[in-house]
Every structure is written in structure tokens, then in C-alpha cells.
């Protein structure tokens, strides 16, 4: 088969898959391969990308000496973080605390390799793919919970409390937001969104409050400012971890790109419609640069926001989060599927 | 009631310094604070008994490092009282610009630091900080030095203001003013912010006059006491400037009335930069042997920028019999406990952000 320049193509999973099972092997590790690269540059240029923006928003110049504009920065940081011991506090309930983070990070990347990012470059077409990946997101807070509490220190406790306060009052309305986005595109399949999105417009637009409540709840979600009630730097110390050693922590810091990741494409698959696009340039890019200018935003909101109180965060997300999503899901059903 | 016992400080982000609190926690709503100090103590009232008179400043000065020349200024105007030394014209006027500056500076880190307690991390800190650093800069041209100065002499500065310093100091207040207002309106329009502060830590003006606290957090609580207006010194009397007082008493107000007293405080020190007389603002060279002071006691008191301090010296010829500090800082300490009382877990710092309180004159 002629090597084509869409990389999509290279990694053609209904190619490979409708082969026996070797090329099916074959295919799925070619697959995780291909998303763990771009995943891994995504990442990591928004990690540094945050580190500069913020500098600027607060008049340093951020990371500068190690590689070209500092680029090289955060793998030094890395590569610092690695090389240190590995210390678990004797207060830690030893299994749960050494289980979760490295758990955390595995569920995140299974996310990601779940996502679609081009019409090739997908793992399944899954019929309920969209429901898979919120009941795994739904499991990341849990997994916060038990990492905070494990470790056996107070400033993590109160951050294990925050986590589970804090998941009443944005875990409903992501869920509610969900639930219109799959009855305007008539399925949970995220493939199937998209193709819907094509034949209409955006559903950025065509539900605008779903899609401003659904950004906000995936800041509380994912621990951004101004929802970083669990990682709280001025209250909690590090929150859940104030105790991780230098690995764990690193662990921690690749967890937080991640998320970031996660979200940002999140948003741009059910919101501003995935990898379309004008057709000069692959539908992988498409993706990026739409996931790319969201993270931006989320960096921005951070630059500027001022942390919330818990009890604020629970009135914010019952009075306005779930009216909002309900109000949403209501006039998306009036307006666009009845 | 399930009550956790927890431990903040003295190695905590936001703890100014080093002070430890035990918190008790009622789930989120605090039940105790017992704050813990000493942890900054360098018994610099036992050190100035042992030293001449004028090798003492620089341990005053390092009492309230973010604003060291004001404790330099209160030292100083001690032994000029002790020793009836009148300060001249030019350096009355002078002392006048450099102390409110001095205040601007102070307020600018308090703008920074209370917004990084409130989980704004550092970006109105850095904006503060340049600005601050600006402040510096000017005082850096007229005393010699950016942190600890060491410029107060005996009737006088350790040298004349720099020819143009008045021209530099004008335009940095013209900028100044403008930066007040942007904080002013970046900051206050924000519904976290407000959220945050407005209604939270709130003093009553019985309990802030029972407490005896001073300086702004008093004037945030609607009781009008400014040693500058209620005991002039220098030349406080000579311009118009308002002591502004409000009357909520709670975080919100101790932080609007920072600010309304930066504006103050620029405003002072136009217009005594505009009203400096002719002349030298020098005082007497430091020397070996001091002038026998005739007053045997002798009590200051004044306006620091973050509360009233009374100096009181003994003096004997060489060196202090006793020198006793009551400082701001300590007894506004001591409203944490019925401020936070109540309040949640995250409000604490808040609320310990919004008193200001500098370690190093706490624990003196």
C-alpha cells in the first residue's frame, strides 16, 4: 500500500483492524504509538506555553536558559524530578497511596487514546464511546479522593474532603451538558458527533450556554484555576500533594498536562466540531489548533482568576451550573429535536 | 463535633513569616486559632541597652523589613526628643516624603501578598512588586540603599535629597496614581474577589477599640485614629490630607482602606515635594561619642504603615537604659482569633493577609 501524507492514513485503524490478528496488533500499537506522540508534544509545548504565557501576564520573562526559549525547561524539570528518591510518608496507607497517582495518570492517557482525532486516526467507533469516557472521567475525583486520604497528611485530608464536596456541584451539570450534546447529534458516538456537526453547524453555537457551562465544569473537573480548591498553593499548601515525593510528583505534573489535554480536545470534539475544517490543511491539525487555542484560554483564566471558596464553589455550581445545563437540555430539545 | 487539630506553619506559603497557627477545624468553619510567635524574637530591645546610640538603627530597621525606614524614622525622633535635637526645615520636609513613600511601598506588598492569599498566585503580586520596586528605586536615590537604609541622622538625613529627586518623585506619583486606579479597577470588579473579602473577618468597632489595634485595621472597623492627624509630626499639619476611615470592619474594608491611603499618601507627598524649602536636610555625622541627652524618658509615637508605634527610651549618656517598642503588628495579631472565629478554613488566610502583619516586629 503507497505511504500517504495524511498521517491518518499511516495509522488506519478499519485498515488494519479488518486484517487477522496480527495486523490488528500490529495496527493497535501503531495507534498508541502515533497518539502517545502527539499527545506527549501537545503537552508538553502547552506545559511551556503556560510557563510563558503566565511570566508574561505577570511581567518576568518565564523559563529562558535551557534550550531555545526555555523550551527544554520542563524536561529538565523532569529529568530533576525522576532522578530523586522516592519517599512515602509513614503515615501513608502504603498500597491505596502508591496505587492512585500512578492510576490516575494511566486512566487519563486511556482517554486519550479512547478520543478520535481524525476520521482515520481513531481507536473504535464505538456506538457509546461518549459515555465510556465520562464514566472514566467520573472515576479521576475518586481517585483524587483516595490519594489525598491515603497519604495520611491533614492538608491532603481537607483536600480529599474538597474533591468529593466539589464533585456535587460540576459532576451533574457535565453530565446534563453531555446528555443534550448526544441528543442533538442522536448518539453517543463521538465519530457521530462530529458528522453531525458537519451537516449543521458547531454545537458551540447552536447551544452556546451548554458549551460556556460545560468549559467551567471541566475547570472544576480537571483542577483549574479559578476551581484549584483541591491543590489550593495558599491554603492546602499542595492539597493532595503536600506529601508526594519528587517521582510522584512528576507523576503529578505529567497528570496536569494530561488533563489539560484531555479537556481541551474534549471540548473541541463536542463543541467546535472536532477535526473539521477548511480541507488544505490534515483534520489532525485542525484538532490541535482547536484544542490548542482552548488550553490557551484555560492558561489565560488562570493567569487572572482569583481561587473560590468551597462553599462558594457548591452555591456557584447548584444555582447556576445545573439551572443553566437544565435550561440547556430543555430548549435543545424544544428548538432542535422535537 | 468532630474536631481536627491542624498545625499551619511555621513553614506554610502564606504565613508572612514565620508564625505558626494551630487551627481547630470543625469540618470547613474554624472553631479555634491560637497563633504561636517568637519564632523571629532577637531581643533587639535587650540589644539596644548595649550599644551606642546611633549603632542601634540598623537593628530597628530590621524590625518591620518591608518598611524599614519608618521604624528607622520613629528610632531616631526617640533620641532627637531625648536629647533635644529639632530636625531642620528641609528635614522635616524631607523625612515627611521619604516616610509616606515608604507607606506607598509597604502598601504595594500588602496589595501583592493579600492577593496571593486569596489564590490570585502572583500576578497582582508581580504588578505590585514592579511597582514597589519603582518606590525603591526613588528611595534608593535619596538614602543610598533599596532595603535596610540606615539614612535617619540626628537632625537631619545622612545626605541631601539628590537635585533630581523632586522631578523623579513627581513623575513616579503621577504613574502611581494611575496604577492605584488600575488595581482599583481590575480588582474590585471581580466577583471572586469580592465574594472573598466583603463580609468576611469582620471587626466591630467595639472589639477592634477592646483589642487596641491600630492603623488601618482600626480604620477599617469606622474608628478615626491616625497619629499623623490626632499628633502631627513633621509636617502633617501643613498639608490637607484625609485619615479615610470606613465602617464594615471586614477584609474588604482593611484592604479598600490601604488603597484609599495610597492616594493619600501621593497626594502628601506632591505636595510637600512641590513645598520643600531651600536648604540642607543634613543631620549631625555619626559619631563616636554622642551628645549627653538632658531628657532622662522619652516617648514617640507614630503613624507606621501598619499601626501606631510608641517608642519609649530611657536614656542614659551613651547608650539606651531601655528602650521599649509597642508594636502595631503584635497587637493586631491578636484579632486573628475572633476575626477568624467562624470564618472558613480558607478565609484564615485571608484574613491574616488583610492585617498585615510583619514577623519581625511581631517577635521584635
Known amino acids: ?338 | 463535633m468532630n474536631i481536627t487539630r491542624i498545625n499551619v506553619g511555621p513553614v506554610h506559603p502564606s504565613t508572612h513569616g514565620v508564625i505558626r497557627l494551630v487551627v481547630d477545624l470543625d469540618g470547613d468553619t474554624i472553631v479555634n486559632v491560637e497563633p504561636h510567635i517568637g519564632f523571629l524574637h532577637r531581643g533587639v530591645e535587650k540589644l539596644a541597652e548595649t550599644r551606642m546610640y546611633m549603632q542601634i538603627p540598623p537593628y530597628t530597621e530590621k524590625l518591620d523589613y518591608v518598611a524599614p525606614m519608618s521604624y528607622d524614622e520613629a528610632y531616631v525622633a526617640t533620641v532627637e526628643a531625648a536629647m533635644g535635637i529639632e530636625p531642620s526645615e528641609p528635614a522635616k520636609y524631607a523625612r515627611t516624603i521619604l516616610l509616606e513613600l515608604q507607606r506607598i511601598a509597604s502598601h504595594l506588598l500588602f496589595l501583592g501578598t493579600l492577593c496571593n492569599d486569596i489564590g490570585q498566585m502572583f500576578t497582582v503580586f508581580m504588578w505590585a512588586f514592579k511597582d514597589r520596586d519603582m518606590v525603591l528605586d526613588l528611595l534608593q536615590e535619596a538614602a543610598g540603599s533599596r532595603m535596610f537604609y540606615v539614612n535617619m541622622r540626628l537632625g537631619g538625613l545622612n545626605q541631601d535629597l539628590p537635585p533630581s529627586f523632586a522631578e523623579h518623585a513627581l513623575s513616579l506619583m503621577d504613574y502611581m496614581e494611575k496604577r492605584v486606579f488600575e488595581y482599583e479597577k481590575y480588582i474590585e470588579k471581580n466577583p471572586i474577589f469580592n465574594e472573598r473579602m466583603k463580609g468576611v473577618g469582620v471587626l466591630s468597632r467595639d472589639k477592634a477599640k477592646e483589642l487596641g489595634v491600630t492603623g488601618p485595621v482600626l480604620r477599617a472597623s469606622g474608628l478615626n485614629y491616625d497619629v499623623r492627624k490626632a499628633n502631627p509630626y513633621y509636617v502633617y499639619d501643613k498639608f490637607h490630607f484625609n485619615s479615610k476611615t470606613l465602617q464594615d470592619g471586614d477584609n474588604y474594608s482593611r484592604y479598600k482602606v490601604r488603597m484609599l491611603e495610597m492616594q493619600e499618601s501621593i497626594r502628601i507627598v506632591k505636595a510637600a515635594v512641590r513645598a520643600m524649602p531651600e536648604g540642607s536636610a543634613k543631620g549631625m555625622p555619626v559619631k563616636l561619642r554622642s551628645p549627653v541627652p538632658p531628657n532622662r524618658i522619652s516617648i514617640v509615637n507614630r503613624e507606621l504603615p501598619r499601626g501606631e508605634c510608641l517608642m519609649y527610651m530611657v536614656a542614659d549618656p551613651q547608650k539606651p537604659y531601655r528602650l521599649s517598642i509597642r508594636s502595631p503588628n503584635f497587637i493586631n495579631l491578636a484579632a486573628i482569633g475572633s476575626l477568624a472565629r467562624g470564618a472558613r478554613f480558607a478565609d484564615l488566610f485571608a484574613i491574616l493577609g488583610s492585617l498585615d502583619i510583619i514577623m519581625g516586629c511581631v517577635d521584635r
Open chain 1, 1 to 338: 500500500m503507497a505511504l500517504q501524507t495524511d498521517i491518518g492514513n499511516i495509522a488506519n485503524i478499519p485498515y488494519w483492524t479488518g486484517g487477522d490478528t496480527l495486523h490488528q496488533v500490529i495496527g493497535i500499537i501503531i495507534y498508541i504509538i502515533i497518539v502517545s506522540i502527539i499527545f506527549s508534544i501537545f503537552g508538553y509545548m502547552v506545559g511551556w506555553l503556560e510557563r510563558k504565557l503566565i511570566a508574561r501576564a505577570q511581567y518576568r520573562h518565564g523559563p529562558t536558559y535551557v534550550g531555545m526559549w526555555g523550551l527544554l525547561q520542563n524536561l529538565a524539570d523532569l529529568i530533576k524530578l525522576l532522578s530523586k528518591e522516592d519517599v512515602i510518608p509513614e503515615n501513608a496507607f502504603r498500597p491505596l497511596f502508591a496505587v492512585s497517582l500512578p492510576l490516575l495518570l494511566a486512566l487519563s492517557i486511556f482517554i486519550v487514546l479512547l478520543l478520535p482525532y481524525s476520521p482515520t486516526l481513531q481507536a473504535t467507533n464505538l456506538g457509546f464511546g461518549l459515555l465510556i469516557i465520562f464514566t472514566i472521567v467520573s472515576f479521576l475525583p475518586l481517585l483524587l479522593f483516595t490519594a489525598g486520604f491515603s497519604s495520611g497528611n491533614k492538608f491532603a485530608g481537607i483536600s480529599a474532603q474538597r474533591s468529593i464536596l466539589v464533585l456535587l456541584s460540576y459532576e451533574l451539570p457535565v453530565l446534563i451538558v453531555v446528555a443534550s450534546v448526544a441528543m442533538l447529534a442522536g448518539g453517543y458516538s463521538l465519530d457521530g458527533i462530529i458528522s453531525s456537526q458537519a451537516a449543521h453547524y458547531y454545537f458551540g453555537l447552536l447551544m452556546p450556554i451548554g458549551f460556556v457551562v460545560f468549559f467551567i465544569a471541566l475547570l472544576a473537573e480537571f483542577e483549574r484555576p479559578p476551581f484549584d480548591l483541591r491543590e489550593a498553593d495558599s491554603e492546602l499548601i499542595a492539597g493532595w500533594l503536600t506529601d508526594v515525593s519528587a517521582p510522584y510528583y512528576a507523576i503529578a505534573l505529567f497528570l496536569d498536562y494530561a488533563r489539560m489535554f484531555l479537556g481541551s480536545v474534549l471540548v473541541s470534539i463536542l463543541f467546535l466540531g472536532g477535526w473539521l475544517g477548511p480541507s488544505f490543511l490534515p483534520p489532525l491539525f485542525w484538532i490541535l489548533l482547536k484544542a490548542f487555542i482552548v488550553s490557551v484560554f484555560v492558561i489565560v483564566v488562570r493567569a487572572t482568576a482569583f481561587r473560590m471558596r468551597v462553599d462558594r464553589v457548591l452555591r456557584f455550581g447548584w444555582l447556576w451550573l445545573i439551572p443553566l445545563s437544565l435550561i440547556n437540555l430543555v430548549m435543545t430539545y424544544i428548538v432542535f429535536v422535537r
